[in-house]
């Protein structure tokens, strides 16, 4: 079976590796992937961008290609299920219109408001007036949203009147993130988590639940990053309330989504806080989340992509995990999320034994070289998330990688 993966990061990292353990034994064709992955098995790289959807289609149609499985949003949103299912291929992924739950903040709000999912109080600007003279009336703390995609960095949770206003200003007067819309959102209180499911129109298979980190810096200080590290299970979320998300959160969004003629083909992320009225919902995502992924799939016991073949064919799915806990910290570049140097060597990356995932690294010369904000994923495991949490750190303190940073306190509020 031939297997396109598009995307280069640990997200697809992570994805492949899981495909790759298949007992179907498929040819994965990485679009465009990244050095690391071709340390996999059957693997080929096809240098194409994500969102060049014309040329990925042309691809998998002279190469035969059986199934794409798509990790990046930004392919999501220039309609990349779209062309693929009109041209009769399989694709694991949903149309730019249902991936409009990701790509437009208040698409989501008003959805959810509209079908009773528990999500927190909302309103929508465009100016930044109006936006100023709502958060002198509401005040601090607020949660300030950029409307359209903004690689997991256009959200602020402002517990100042000043920094809500800094968050509007770069959003609505230096449109930082492009033209676009804020959500003001009122702020929720309680544990975050991630609940990924399966859905295909209403068939909803819950996978995962994970725990991740998207403060830069020790002790959930500093800027929002695209996610620090990862951990699973997380044992402070009781099983009985992701149960219950998932049936009047995850189930009741795929069915709103079909009943309003977009109906939702891939993998939904719930960005979930359980507050003391029960969860709500802080946000959707519209695939795999990152470094999520990467500790998801690394305990997950079942055949991925039997799992995927089973739901594009409304087929039962089986969902089995392993009895071992998984926790990934993410190296990332000095400077993240902000300005940051690329080029730096990194060293010592056989000598781990670790599962190892490249998000922003090359090759060149028989040395490796960071080639992006977030660099490596090393995932650690044990019987215990304390375990698990020791066995990552290990890890990263064999790896050589100056001008490299890490987070130390992965997995805190679990351990």
């Not at 995307?7 to 990485?30: D, N, V, Y």
């Not at 693997?43 to 149609?61: H, M, N, S, Y």
């Not at 719930?270 to 029960?278: E, K, P, V, W």
Request: one cysteine or more; charged letters at 20%.
């Amino acid at each position: 079976m031939k297997i396109m993966i598009v995307g280069r990061g640990g997200r697809e990292h992570a994805i492949a590796w899981k495909l790759a353990q298949s007992p179907i034994q498929p040819q994965l064709f990485l679009a465009p992937g990244n050095d690391g992955m071709l340390n996999l098995p059957n693997t080929v790289r096809v240098p194409l961008e994500e969102t060049d959807t014309q040329g990925l289609l042309d691809f998998a149609r002279s190469n035969g290609i059986d199934l794409t499985v798509v990790g990046p949003e930004a392919a999501l949103m220039v309609g990349i299920a779209n062309a693929f299912q009109e041209a009769g291929l399989a694709i694991f992924a949903p149309t730019k219109e249902a991936a409009l739950i990701e790509g437009s903040k208040q698409f989501a709000k008003e959805l959810m408001d509209q079908y009773d999912i528990p999500t927190a109080k909302f309103r929508t600007f465009e100016e930044y007036e109006p936006t100023k003279a709502y958060l002198d009336e509401i005040g601090a703390p607020i949660v300030v949203k950029y409307d359209g995609l903004a690689a997991g960095k256009g959200v602020v949770v402002a517990m100042t009147h000043e920094e809500a206003d800094n968050a509007l200003r770069d959003m609505l007067l230096d449109n930082r993130f492009g033209q676009g819309k804020v959500v003001m959102e009122e702020f929720l209180q309680g544990p975050e988590f991630s609940l990924f499911a399966m859905v295909n129109g209403e068939q909803v298979v819950p996978i995962g639940v994970a725990q991740d980190h998207k403060r830069a810096h020790d002790g959930d200080q500093g800027p929002n990053t695209g996610g620090m590290g990862a951990y699973t299970p997380v044992p402070f979320i009781p099983q009985e309330q992701v149960d219950w998300a998932v049936e009047h959160i995850m189930k009741p969004t795929a069915k709103a989504l079909a009943q309003e003629g977009r109906p939702f083909c891939g993998i939904l992320y719930g960005g979930l806080m359980l507050t003391a009225d029960g969860p709500k919902v802080i946000e959707f995502n519209a695939r795999f989340g990152d470094p999520e992924t990467e500790v998801v799939l690394a305990r997950l016991k079942s055949d991925l992509l039997q799992m995927i073949l089973d739901i594009l064919d409304h087929k039962p799915v089986t969902v089995q995990y392993n009895d071992q806990a998984y926790l990934g910290v993410v190296m990332a570049a000095n400077g993240y999320p902000g300005s940051y140097p690329k080029n730096l060597p990194l060293g010592n990356l056989d000598a781990i034994s670790n599962l190892l995932l490249h998000m922003g690294t090359k090759r060149d010369n028989g040395q490796w070289l960071s080639n992006g904000g977030r660099v490596l994923c090393v995932i650690g495991q044990g019987g215990t998330l304390a375990e698990a949490q020791r066995d990552a750190y290990n890890g990263v303190a064999r790896i050589s990688a100056e001008g490299l940073f890490f987070r130390k306190d992965i997995g805190w509020q679990a351990i």
